[in-house]
Nanobody, 118 residues
């Protein structure tokens, strides 16, 4: 079993910044991708950003140029630096870990609330 522990969610002013962290622990035998998804009330969960074990990144169009995903492979930890936040970024942010590209085992964190409001 793999556990994902997110932290860093908070209330932030529009235009502000926030940094999320996610540490994976447990029986981790392989990691293909770690990343972040978010879900606002009444909406489907959507991809925010992912990073592979080799450092390849992928971003949703809505966050390109504002968010940066990074990783610490030795610590099985992924970060999401969020800049220029706006109200549309308000959501619960979930950490995700996939063990392979095809037919992966898929793990989720409990979520951390990000609220952007004045």
């Amino acid at each position: 079993q793999v556990q994902l522990a997110e932290s860093g969610g908070d209330l932030v002013q529009p235009g502000g910044s926030l940094r999320l962290s996610c540490a994976a622990s447990g029986s981790i035998f392989s990691i293909y991708t770690m990343g972040w998804y978010r879900q606002a009330p009444g909406k489907q969960r959507e991809l925010v950003a992912t990073i592979t074990r080799t450092g390849t990144t992928n971003y949703a169009d809505s966050v390109k140029g504002r968010f940066t995903i990074s990783r610490d492979g030795a610590k099985n930890t992924v970060f999401l630096q969020m800049n220029s936040l706006n109200a549309e970024d308000t959501a619960v942010y979930y950490c995700n870990l996939k063990t392979s590209r095809i037919s992966p085992e898929n793990y989720w964190g409990q979520g951390t609330q990000v609220t952007v409001s004045s």
